[in-house]
């Protein structure tokens, strides 16, 4: 009974490197996101796939790429990470885009120095 | 665009207190309406939700109604625990939308 497995749980990055955060359900969901969680500023959508072979962007894109590998795994990455991108990260899973509450993760805690 | 807006936290109870968490929303179309639950070092858990007017959505004690009227979807709870501890965020799906406008949450502090 997994549901949405994220690794790694902690990272700590210097400012330029690179990292890619990990994301995999076992729900048969059609439907990915990834999100982060600054403190007084809730949940922001960075990326999403609607359905297997889609991704667009949302909110705050920015810095970040996604990749869809197939229906059960959404990858986000940081390709030069830079301070401003210390955050908490998750990745939920749903059926689909309206209407369906979200299985989320327990979240990436990534530092960048 | 779409919005959440929730009160201000911390909120702060005694056990067997009355809890009401407010909530107010801006959408276009007829929005679903969420409230999440998080729990300290852990991801978000579905607590309850409705899909139209009227609904009223519950779970382990906990109460929403989808009032139309005055576009909110307030939280409450008859008489709190303190593993109720946790921060609680409200959520709208727009049918227009694609993904989950989250509110800022608010952290819920019980005391024994």
């Known amino acids: 009974n997994a549901g949405v497995t994220q690794t790694p749980k902690f990272q700590v990055l210097k400012t330029g490197q690179s990292m890619t955060l990990q994301c995999a359900q076992d729900m048969n969901h059609n439907s990915m996101y990834w999100y982060r969680q600054d403190p007084g500023m809730g949940l922001r959508l960075i990326y999403y796939s609607a359905s297997e072979g889609t991704t667009d962007k949302g909110e705050v894109p920015n810095g970040y790429n996604v990749s869809r590998l197939n229906k059960r795994e959404f990858s986000l990455r940081l390709e030069s990470a830079a301070p401003s991108q210390t955050s908490v990260y998750f990745c939920?899973?749903?059926?689909?885009?309206?209407?369906?509450?979200?299985?989320f993760g327990s979240g990436t805690r990534l530092t960048v120095v | 665009g779409n919005s959440v807006t929730q009160m201000e936290g911390p909120v702060t109870l005694s056990e067997e207190a009355f809890l009401t968490i407010n909530c107010t929303y801006t959408?276009?179309?007829?929005?679903?309406l969420f409230w999440y639950v998080q729990y300290p070092g852990e991801g978000l858990q579905l607590l309850l939700k409705?899909?139209?007017?009227?609904d009223k959505g519950s779970n382990k004690g906990f109460e929403a109604t989808y009032r139309k009227e005055t576009t909110s979807f307030h939280l409450e709870k008859g008489s709190v625990q303190v593993s109720d501890s946790a921060v609680y965020f409200c959520a709208l799906n727009s049918n227009s939308g694609y993904a989950l406008n989250f509110g800022k949450g608010t952290s819920l502090l019980v005391t024994p």
């Open positions: 939920a899973s749903s059926k689909g885009t309206e209407n369906y509450g979200y299985t």
């Open positions: 959408a276009t179309g007829y929005p679903s």
């Open positions: 409705a899909t139209k007017a009227d």
